[in-house]
Nanobody, 119 residues
Framework: QVQLVESGGGLVQAGGSLRLSCAAS????????MGWYRQAPGKQRELVAT????????NYADSVKGRFSISRDNAKNTVFLQMNSLKPEDTAVYYC????????????WGQGTQVTVSS
C-alpha cells in the first residue's frame, strides 16, 4: 500500500505563487512516474503535470505550460509542483497520483490539497 500526503495549498491572489509537495510512503518511489491532477467544483478531474521516474521528462497540460513546474526528489520520496502566475481558473483541489505497483491494481491518490486563487 502506498500512501501519498499532499501539502502546500492555500489562498493566494492572482499572479501569486504556491509550491505543492507530495510525500510518498513506499521505498519503490524512485522507480515510478508521478503526476499531479486537479478537480475544480463541478468539473472532472484533469491531468496537470507528470514526471518520469528520473525527473528528466516533465509533461504539462496546455493550460499550465510556462507557469507550472513539476520536479521530484527521489532521496526524499517527494514530488513537487511549483505554481507561478496563478489565475483564478487554477482554483481546484490538487491531487498527487502514483501508478499501481502491481499488474491490474489501482493507482494511488493523495487526499488532495485546496488551492484557491482570488482575483
Amino acid at each position: 500500500q502506498v500512501q501519498l500526503v499532499e501539502s502546500g495549498g492555500g489562498l493566494v491572489q492572482a499572479g501569486g505563487s504556491l509550491r505543492l509537495s507530495c510525500a510518498a510512503s513506499d521505498a519503490t518511489f524512485s522507480g515510478y512516474a508521478m503526476g499531479w491532477y486537479r478537480q475544480a467544483p463541478g468539473k472532472q478531474r484533469e491531468l496537470v503535470a507528470t514526471i518520469n521516474s528520473r525527473g528528466s521528462t516533465p509533461n504539462y497540460a496546455d493550460s499550465v505550460k510556462g507557469r507550472f513546474s513539476i520536479s521530484r526528489d527521489n532521496a526524499k520520496n517527494t514530488v513537487f509542483l511549483q505554481m507561478n502566475s496563478l489565475k483564478p481558473e487554477d482554483t481546484a483541489v490538487y491531487y498527487c497520483n502514483a501508478p499501481t505497483r502491481v499488474a491490474g491494481g489501482s493507482a494511488y491518490w493523495g487526499q488532495g490539497t485546496q488551492v484557491t486563487v482570488s482575483s
